[in-house]
């Protein structure tokens, strides 16, 4: 499984980078990066035990720098990952510095909610996007506020079967639609 971050900054980040990245690495082992003028994107194989909202908020008032960081959901191919950045670095332009320090999928998510299109539902939905039997399973069990035996009923599978969907749902999208703020911003998607 492969992840990312983006650090980005206010400034030229690169006068900073070797820091951060020393910062950074004392939690995560990387396995490569990339730079952009402003931003710094690192890659990653594991999952964190610690909290990365938490770790740039203690970079940033430790190091007095502006700083913003974005992580993301882990992907299984690399070519995968490579589309998603390309798409999350051109959502976060619109995205103004100050409001956060910290964004997931889930924030940007909520931040444009109002202005999705196909590319949009694409980039959060990825290979559910075109699925109706998941989207179809999803909506439904929303729509029966999140009750897995009646919109098990109303769908007519098993109840395992439902609960097996919103799994596989969650692990590929990173959305637990289980969860109140993350089956809002996704009923919001599949209206």
């Known amino acids: 499984m492969i992840r990312y971050l983006i650090i980005e900054s ?10 951060i990245i020393s910062l950074f690495s004392e939690f995560i ?22 909290s990365l909202s938490d770790i740039i908020l203690n970079v ?17 191919k690399t070519s995968e990952m490579k589309e998603h950045l390309k798409m999350t670095k051109k959502l976060l332009k619109g995205i103004p510095f100050y409001k ?5 999928d889930q924030i940007i998510l909520n931040h444009f909610i109002t202005q999705t299109t196909p ?8 290979k559910y996007q075109k ?11 929303l729509e029966c506020n999140q009750n897995t035996s009646i919109a ?12 097996q969907r919103l799994d ?14 993350d089956a809002y911003l996704i009923y919001h998607l599949l209206k």
């Open 10 to 19: 206010k400034n030229w980040i690169q006068s900073d980078e070797d820091m």
């Open 29 to 50: 082992h990387f396995t490569g990066k990339e730079n952009d003028d402003n931003a710094i994107h690192l890659f990653y194989e594991h999952e964190t035990e610690i």
């Open 60 to 76: 940033m008032s430790d190091t007095l720098l502006d700083l913003r960081l974005y992580v993301s959901h882990h992907f299984e």
């Open 100 to 104: 956060y320090a910290y964004l997931d």
């Open 119 to 126: 590319e949009f539902n694409d980039h959060f939905l990825r």
């Open 131 to 141: 699925d109706q039997m998941m989207l179809e399973s999803i909506k439904t069990f």
């Open 152 to 163: 098990a009923k109303r769908l007519y599978i098993h109840r395992n079967t439902l609960i």
């Open 168 to 181: 596989k749902f969650m692990i590929v999208t990173g959305f637990d639609v289980r969860q109140f703020k």
